[in-house]
């Protein structure tokens, strides 16, 4: 049996609204985010490891930015310091981000949230 083409319209419909609401509250989200992160975060809070050639550094960086989160980075290239320190992580790539004593891999905002809330 052969959909009709009214109920491909309204299924292309609710495919388009669904998509559409998603985005939204993932935006919503990332901007709520966003605000905590650069309520909870001081100066010295967050250390960035980085590498010149990461792609995923720089999206850091620019979020970091666009949210006014505070932050620091160094260069495992360009830092003797900078790379002792990654080395001494283990860690098998960049981003890592020192968060008050904590070490996380990656770049991940939820994540990072998380471990500037304060202990109870």
């Known amino acids: 049996m052969k959909p009709s083409r009214t109920s ?3 299924l292309g419909a609710l495919v388009v609204g669904i998509t559409a609401a998603s985005t939204w ?3 919503r989200q990332e901007v709520q985010i966003g605000k905590q992160l650069a309520t909870l975060s001081l100066p010295g809070d967050i250390r960035m490891l980085s590498s010149d ?3 995923i550094c720089a999206i850091a960086r620019t979020w970091f930015q666009q949210h006014g989160v505070a932050y620091s980075e160094c260069s495992i290239e360009r830092d003797g310091a900078c790379k002792a320190e990654f080395e001494a992580t283990g860690s098998p790539g960049t981003p890592v981000m020192l968060v008050r004593r904590q070490t ?3 770049f991940n905002p939820e994540r990072l949230r998380a471990a500037l809330q304060p202990r109870a």
């Open 8 to 10: 491909l319209v309204v």
């Open 25 to 27: 509250w993932a935006g």
């Open 53 to 55: 050639t990461c792609g």
């Open 104 to 106: 996380l891999v990656g």
